[in-house]
């Protein structure tokens, strides 16, 4: 088949194939064909989602750790054993390991050194956790932010466009972080859990984490609270049960997925969604 210019289309996985001008990615439609991301506008020349095909990679070493964060220094949350498959979500460069500076984020949340990883590559083969493009962050700050707010933001942008959920999606999660969090990632001192993993400010409201202030009691799955494309996850996993949700007044859509004691906090940080989710083309 073939497309028109400006014409939308959302992109399923990503493969390497022949270059076009430079640029040798190829973007998998819902259409179930493949387009070259020459011609697709995702605002970067990486990759924005998962590699076609690669759902699993088995691990290569006897006993392999997986930290809280790409480096050695990270507490280890889990370890893997050889031959087990383990799913990419995004990588990130850490502590260098026999030659490859390449962490591997899993969808078990923690970071394995991709030494001990056999993708086929020592290269990425899915996008920079944080929201850059595979080797590489797409630069610059967002809009009121600082570097830190904007690689979160980023990474939440990146989930709602790999789920291809849209500019209504970006707008809700993005005007729910800044409330919630500023866009900061958050500990709390009454969930000690929270404290093992990667942060940037410790809090004490309750039992909530992370950027979206998600509580425990209702996201126990602390490692995915204190992750911002995870939590971000959690976020449309509820967003998207809400009948209506992809034409509701977005501060109304955010309060019906936090149930907030302040309802109409959401609706003064719209503006500055706009901002932000534009400046990163969505």
Known sequence: MTYSVGQDVSIT?????????????????????????HYV??????????????????????TVNCRSGPGTSYAVVMTYSVGQDVSITCQAPGTDI?????????????????????????????????????????????????ATQSSHARAIIAEARRENLGHQACLAAIATAITESSILVYANGNVPGSLNYPYDAVGSDYDSVGIFQQRVTYYPNIAADMDPAQSA??????????????????????????????????????????????????
Not at 24 to 31: E, F, G, M, P
Request: with cysteine; hydrophobic share 25%.
């Open 41 to 62: 506008s995702t605002g970067t020349s990486g990759y924005v989602t998962s590699q076609c095909g690669a759902s699993g990679y088995p691990i290569t070493g006897d």
């Open 233 to 282: 996850q959690q976020f449309f996993a509820v967003m998207v049960t809400i009948s209506g949700w992809q034409t509701m007044n977005i501060g109304d859509l955010c309060q019906a997925v936090q149930n907030s004691a302040y309802p109409d906090r959401y609706q003064q940080n719209v503006p500055s969604a706009q901002a932000i989710c534009a400046a990163d083309g969505y």
């Open 98 to 146: 026999n030659g490859d500076n390449l962490w591997d984020k899993t969808s078990d949340g923690c970071y394995v050194s991709d030494y001990y990883v056999s993708t086929g590559t020592s290269g990425y083969v899915t996008s920079e956790c944080g929201g850059g493009s595979g080797g590489g962050g797409n630069g610059g700050t967002l809009p009121g932010l600082d």
């Open 13 to 37: 996985c990503q493969a390497p194939g022949t270059d076009i001008n430079g640029d040798n990615l190829w973007d998998k439609t819902s259409d179930d064909c493949y387009v070259s991301d």
